[in-house]
């Protein structure tokens, strides 16, 4: 069992912004990649969390994140908004884009916005909460590189590629749904490995495409999607909207998140923001939403989506950050 | 072993269309819906083909579908768009509203269309096909009266709530995804039943929520989602645009498709519209897709979503379309 250290959610925000600094990021670049970490760590949302910092940081000594990086905002459309993030970190590339997206829906009905040359998205729920905040439902889908294959095809072709929605409420989102589009995270296989211990079904293939509980064969050969090929299509689906749309570099180009090789991994995210009002409910939006709600949280122990991350996120804000003690420890090293 | 009956595509569209004005259709709807049926039954996407027709034609000498509906379209923003499809079939209200969408989307960059008090949608990859015909990224959803159940939780709460998307390509749509977001359809499971077979793993739970492989203990308890609780949250995004944003009757109130009870299903669809040149690629788009398709079918007996039936379409177009004897036998009854 690890040892947990507690740390104030600004302190650890500012620690974060301070190592991306030491590590060539400019000051506001920084405090907004930082705060994505701290905030998914306190959220409780460790794969999108600490342990990514000081892979961001090698990334930008490095260069595989471009320190200079200048993202512009294009609109192309009355609803249609690009953003080029240069090879820079996503969230930069999420502030530039995210107030004009909810502008544009707000004026047009919905809206759609387009980022490429752009890094890890981190937590996508943090982006479609933005969108929810706003009083819109937020969609968000975001491609990785290649880690999953179709079931009994033996070719990588997709990423985890991530889909995100969050639901407006009356005090903030209602729920937000936030999760790959494969079974497992390669984190979860390669953390299997380690231990010894063998997968669950339906999780990975090796190399030949053939079902596998062996964690070491499923690392040479692929993860499956979550739901078989049907989920597989949901993959295809984030696919063509984060990478093909976007213009981004695909999924089976694109250089590694967690390596030094490759160079930027040119990735991409698309989102889209829906006013409620506008498509045959009008103010009912809110009544209806929250009477599915009311009954997905009908029978014990069932919560929304979302609930458990805000939670945790509370807690975090009231008494600290509960962070694995040889993480933080590292985290500090790097400063 | 049932027989089969081949008989031309027109005929068997104009066999449906002629049911249907029988049954108290107008000549337009009874054409639009026919040729819907028609060629889904040629298509061999028989869950959405000719066994319904005795349905439909129940259903209008029932009441339960508004044989006088007058559908209505509205744009509530230069995105946005509304049909009430006034208890009538969905197929108008499809032919009413897509044209405006595909409008709106080639002028603003993404548009949505929200049809509500409408019926079952039938293969939703036709409307989808229909949008990427016109260059545009099409998706698709619809929900539909509850059948299925989160995981371990004794309510069922969410229709089998298709999702469909078609891709444009240089010679009509490149590929078309039209699937349920449950494991399995209720079809599938009663004729598990009827043929006291078990059911899969994963398909379904009994009244308790526990899983089950009994067709009646599952009939009594609820369908599971494709791809367990998180393909349960892709069941939710659907009931959230196809039902709460469009402000249909919820899946959980619905009354049933296939039953003469509780008038109108009052049922949603949502549809998106996107600009591929619009949100990064550019004229990009079109050679990313490309790439992705031929990665997808790089291995021997790969093929894209949408391309079985196609050449399943064409074959019925050449030489007819293979229906079951007896079913197409009582479709002749009805004349």
Same mark, same amino acid.
């Given at each position: 069992m690890s040892t947990v250290d507690r740390i104030a959610l600004a302190d650890l925000t500012a620690l974060c912004a301070q190592a991306l %600094?030491?590590?060539?990021?400019?000051p506001d670049v920084a405090r907004l990649v930082g705060g994505a970490i701290a905030r998914a760590e306190a959220e409780g949302n460790t794969v999108c969390g600490l342990?990514?910092?000081?892979?961001?940081?090698?990334?930008?000594?490095?260069?595989?994140?471009?320190?200079?990086?200048?993202?512009?905002?294009?609109?192309?459309?009355?609803?249609?908004?690009?953003?080029?993030?240069?090879?820079?970190?996503?969230?930069?590339?999420?502030?530039?884009?995210?107030?004009?997206?909810?502008?544009?829906?707000?004026?047009?009905?919905?809206?759609?916005?387009?980022?490429?040359?752009?890094?890890?998205?981190?937590?996508?729920?943090?982006?479609?909460?933005?969108?929810?905040?706003?009083?819109?439902?937020?969609?968000?889908?975001?491609?990785?590189?290649?880690?999953?294959?179709?079931?009994?095809?033996?070719?990588?072709?997709?990423?985890?590629?991530?889909?995100?929605?969050?639901?407006?409420?009356?005090?903030?989102?209602?729920?937000?749904?936030?999760?790959?589009?494969?079974?497992?995270?390669?984190?979860? %296989?390669?953390?299997r490995r380690s231990a010894?211990?063998?997968?669950?079904?339906?999780?990975?293939?090796?190399?030949?495409?053939?079902?596998?509980?062996?964690?070491?064969?499923?690392?040479?050969?692929?993860?499956?999607?979550?739901?078989?090929?049907?989920?597989?299509?949901?993959?295809?689906?984030?696919?063509i909207l984060a990478a093909a749309l976007t213009g981004a570099t695909p999924s089976i180009q694109a250089p590694s998140l967690g390596g030094m090789d490759g160079g930027p991994p040119g990735l991409g995210q698309f989102f889209i923001a829906i006013d409620p009002a506008r498509f045959g409910a009008g103010t009912g939006f809110g009544a209806a939403a929250a009477a599915l709600a009311a009954t997905m949280t009908a029978h014990p122990g069932q919560r929304l989506p979302g609930a458990r991350r805000r939670e945790t996120l509370t807690r975090a804000q009231a008494s600290g950050v509960a962070v694995d003690a040889a993480l933080l420890s590292r985290v500090r090293d790097l400063l």
């Open positions: %600094v030491q590590a060539g990021a400019a342990h990514y910092l000081t892979i961001f940081c090698a990334h930008l000594r490095a260069g595989k994140v471009n320190r200079d990086a200048a993202p512009r905002l294009v609109q192309t459309g009355p609803a249609a908004l690009c953003v080029d993030a240069d090879h820079g970190f996503a969230q930069p590339a999420f502030a530039l884009g995210l107030p004009a997206l909810i502008a544009a829906a707000r004026e047009t009905g919905i809206a759609g916005l387009g980022i490429q040359q752009s890094y890890n998205a981190l937590a996508l729920s943090h982006p479609v909460a933005e969108i929810a905040a706003g009083g819109l439902i937020g969609l968000g889908v975001a491609h990785s590189p290649a880690s999953v294959a179709l079931p009994g095809v033996p070719q990588r072709i997709f990423g985890t590629n991530p889909i995100a929605f969050a639901v407006p409420g009356s005090d903030g989102p209602l729920l937000i749904v936030d999760q790959s589009t494969s079974a497992v995270t390669k984190t979860e %296989v390669a953390q010894g211990q063998p997968l669950e079904p339906g999780w990975a293939q090796d190399r030949d495409g053939q079902p596998t509980l062996d964690a070491a064969a499923a690392l040479e050969g692929a993860i499956l999607p979550n739901g078989g090929r049907k989920g597989g299509y949901i993959s295809l689906l984030v696919e």
